[in-house]
């Protein structure tokens, strides 16, 4: 079949010369689809065992995951679970510095701790300075009228979180604690946070060391610490918590004044910022950390 004319001048092809030709298209565009297949393949291939490699060769390099959750405006939680807290994985194996925090982890430093606040809630003296490995008396009457002016106000701790890593003393331990106080007739909890050392004694039990009596290795692992990611994290995250509540409640907000403005004087680190456990003062009579801590500036 030749070629006629169209109505524009040019010669058209018939439709089996058309198909002749496209025939013979087909099989160089096949070609080229392949090679590009066979390219894209190989580079997958050395993608996926560059990151298996990777994943092998440096397993130590993964970095501490940490979590935290920090509420909005509206005081509900940006994270799906819900959960308000900072949620931070233990490191490497050490003597525990550049380690990172690990969320309750040491069942025997929940149990302190817990048993501490109870004490502390009930003006339960005795057992306060027994947990701090005191064996004297001195200034516990004058501690005992404190907790109990303390209690006329609140009804103990709810959600508390103890954030530990190795001490530089085997058996050992830095402590971050964040817990909720709850006030009489108040509905919105008061968060706080606090540092303890804590230490095993020759008995082999877990004892709260008073932060008047820490040496400087300790002091200085805390400072070094506190400067780390994860510290201003939690830091951050409960004295937002502190503020929204009482800019929130009313309420909260005056109960909370009238337990700041009488704590007294002789107040320990935390009424500068950050707080830490002692039951010593320069006189020599027992204190404690304040009810509620003041947010750090």
Known sequence: MSRRDNKYGYSSFTEEELKKYLKLLIIPALVVVLILAIILAERL???Q??????TVADPSQTTPAIEITIENGEGESSAASGEAGIQMEAGADGDGAGQAFAKDEVLEVNTLIETYFTAKQSADVETIYRLFGRGDTAGMEELRDDYRYTARYTDG???IVCYTRPGPVEGSYLAYVSYDLKFKNVETPAPGLFRVYIITNGEGALQMVDSSLQDPVVLQEFSDAEKTDELILLRTQVYAKLRQALETDPDLAGVYGVLQKNSGAGQPEESKGESSVSIVTNGGSA???AAVETPAE
């Open 287 to 289: 204190q404690t950390e």
């Open 157 to 159: 701790y709810e959600n």
């Open 45 to 47: 291939a050395k993608s």
């Open 49 to 54: 065992n560059g990151g298996e490699n990777q």
